[in-house]
Structures are given as C-alpha cells and as structure tokens.
C-alpha cells in the first residue's frame, strides 16, 4: 500500500531561514507526489506536484521540492521563510488512481 | 461561488444523535472526496465519487458513515449515530476530473463536535 512519513510534526525556522519539511513515500511503482498547504481556518490548497516530468518542482509562494527516487524522498524547500508562511503542511501521494493518501502534517512556526 | 463550500462550519451534536454534512462543490468538477481530519492527525480519505461511477466506499470507517451525491452537484456526509471518536473535521473537495493527477481543491471544512 502507498504511504508517506512527514518527519517532524512540527518545525520551528528564524524568519529568513531555510525551510525545510521532509517528505519519505513507500512504493513499488513510481508515485505522483504532492504538497499541500493548509493555512489558519482556511481549507488545503495545492502547493507544487510531482508527476514524473522534471525532478525539481517549483510552486507558489518560492517552495520546491526535489523528486529523490534513490531517497525515496520528496523534500519541501524555501530558501528564506516569510512569517506568511506559518501554516500546516501535507505531503500526499498517488499512484495515478483516484485516491490521494496524505502524510500526518507538520506545523510550520516561523519565529520574527 | 468560485469554491468548494461546506455546511455547518461547525455542528455540536450529543453522543447517538444524527448528522448530515453538506459539500457544494466547484461548478463542472465531476470527482468529489470526503476526508476525515482528527486533531493532530492527517487526512483520512473516506469517499470518493466521480460521475456515475459507483463510489469508492473504501474508506468509510462503519456502517455508521454513509454518503450521498445528486448527480454531479452537492453531497451529503451522513453519520448516524454519533460518537465521541466521530469528533473531527470533516473536508470534502472535488475536481475537474477523477484520476490521482487532477488537482483537488478543498472547502474550508466542518469541524464536528460529538459531547
């Protein structure tokens, strides 16, 4: 069965610092992966998705994340963290049917 | 409106009673999903409905849970019967089409109290 770990459920950064939300998915077949963001009282929105085209996925707000078929591992990235960016983020994964399985979050706390 | 919406946003309810949660989706969307989100918990797929296609059932956690879809249009999330545990958010979304690629766009929620 497909799954994804998000280590850390919760990860504290200095406003300006490196961001970084890891991401570890389990399967036997090449996935599609996705990040989403969930902001205070606010429903998820789609951050940025794998699907097997570049290997580097650039979305909204200056996230990426890196597609690591060795690692197994699918890793959120900002360079430098906004204090707009406190939210809670899902990694989820999908092998092409209708169902997407969602990691268990990690809160992101950016300190001023 | 342009998004998915839910009703109630929030709806307290007493150990055995009913509830029914409503999910407007986005205009043209023909797949729909409810989750299930507990506290500190990730989302918990429950239902998904695309088209006429029998829906996927799979995830509903008893016979308590129940869902219905009209057509391509509004859903409703049933639980009879309620317990504590059912305490949660319940998130429904929907998109263009079905399949793991099409990118799901979520309603705001409705975060279910059971005393």
């Known amino acids: 069965a497909q799954s994804v770990t998000q280590l850390g459920s919760h990860v504290s950064v200095s406003e300006g610092a490196l961001v970084l939300l890891r991401c570890n998915y389990s399967?036997?077949?090449?996935?599609?992966l996705f990040w989403y963001v969930q902001y205070p009282n606010q429903g998820l929105q789609l951050l940025l998705k794998?699907?097997?085209?570049?290997?580097l996925v650039k979305g909204i707000n200056g996230f990426e994340a890196e597609f690591k078929k060795s690692e197994t591992s699918f890793h959120l990235t900002k360079p430098s963290a906004h204090m707009s960016d406190a939210a809670e983020y899902f990694c989820?994964?999908?092998?092409?049917?209708?169902?997407?399985?969602f990691g268990t979050g990690t809160r992101l706390t950016i300190i001023p | 409106g342009a998004g998915v919406s839910q009703s109630p946003s929030n709806k307290v309810t007493e150990k055995g009673k009913d509830v029914e949660l409503r999910c407007d989706p986005i205009?043209?969307?023909?797949?729909l999903y409810w989750y299930r989100q507990r506290l500190g918990q990730g989302l918990e797929f429950l239902i998904y409905f695309q088209g006429n296609s029998a829906p996927d059932k799979s995830g509903l956690p008893s016979d308590r849970f129940s869902a219905e879809r009209t057509g391509e249009s509004v859903s409703t999330l049933t639980i009879q019967r309620t317990q504590q545990e059912d305490s949660a958010v319940y998130l429904c979304?929907?998109?263009?089409?079905?399949?793991?690629?099409?990118?799901?766009?979520f309603g705001p929620g409705t975060r279910l109290t059971v005393l």
């Open positions: 989820a994964v999908t092998f092409g049917n209708e169902k997407l399985t």
């Open positions: 979304a929907s998109s263009r089409r079905g399949g793991g690629l099409s990118e799901q766009f």
């Open positions: 399967s036997s077949v090449p996935p599609y």
């Open positions: 205009s043209g969307h023909t797949a």
């Open positions: 794998y699907t097997s085209a570049a290997t």
